[in-house]
């Protein structure tokens, strides 16, 4: 990625498990993606954006699903508050996304912004929390069985 990213991926919100480093490498792809597709204004940048903005709903659910069956696995306390936190988020995406679609202000480029500040922080703060659990052996893995 280039310097000009307007989000980017940092060895820093590794979480420690890979598997779930490349789903967050991949949302924010998709959220780089988001972005690109708002800095057109024509009929056809509309249509991107709307594209890009379904891509990223369907990966977020099909990433929390993955987060929240490994929490559960590992049997870590803190899930039903990250659950909520999940939730609140897809919540309030779905209905930007509802507003959007039915013409209704809402500047994309608030919508981005707003998702770079939420992703980076959600990854930065909270996915660090089972990450720590994981790593600092708090779940002790039984036999070979992986983690996701
Ligand atoms: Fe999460």
Redesign the pocket.
């Known amino acids: 990625m280039g310097e000009d990213s307007f989000i980017a991926w940092k060895d820093i919100y590794s979480v420690g498990i890979a598997q779930i480093d490349e789903q967050h490498q991949e949302l924010i792809n998709l959220t780089q993606r988001l972005h690109q597709a708002c800095l057109g204004g024509t009929e056809a940048g509309r249509f991107y954006f709307k594209k890009a903005m379904h891509d990223l709903v369907n990966y977020v659910t099909f990433h929390?699903s993955a987060?929240e069956k490994l929490m559960e696995k590992i049997g870590f306390p803190g899930l039903p508050e990250?659950k909520r936190?999940?939730e609140n988020f897809v919540k309030k995406v779905l209905m930007d996304v509802k507003n959007f679609e039915s013409g209704k202000a809402i500047v994309p480029n608030t919508f981005v912004r707003y998702l770079r500040q939420w992703i980076l922080t959600?990854i930065a703060q909270?996915?660090q929390q089972y990450g720590i659990y994981v790593t600092q052996s708090l779940y002790k893995q039984g036999s070979d069985e992986p983690l996701i």
Do not use: K, N
Request: glycine letters at 0%; charged letters at 40%.
């Open positions: 929390f987060e990250h936190e999940h959600h909270t996915d």
